[in-house]
């Protein structure tokens, strides 16, 4: 089965972990149920660089990226 691979830097990275977290404390605090959203925005290829957003409350921009399709070995 093939699988989306979205490379990130260690920043991109640390700031979507202290969103999840400070999102998770929000919505414990306030007894509700929440979630995340992260979208691929993907440009014309070689052209225009993929960008990574993610949307908890508000639309957080987390930059260019890059991405693959894999194709899984069963070995």
Known sequence: MP???ITLTEEQY???QEEIKYHN???LSEGVFGGYV???LV???DVFG???EMNVNETIEL???KWKF???TND
Do not use: A, F, M, N
């Open 3 to 5: 699988k989306l691979e």
């Open 70 to 72: 894999v194709r899984e």
């Open 50 to 52: 993929s960008t990574l």
């Open 14 to 16: 640390q700031h979507i």
């Open 63 to 65: 930059g260019e990226v």
């Open 38 to 40: 992260l979208s691929l």
């Open 25 to 27: 404390r929000i919505h």
């Open 43 to 45: 440009g014309i290829p």
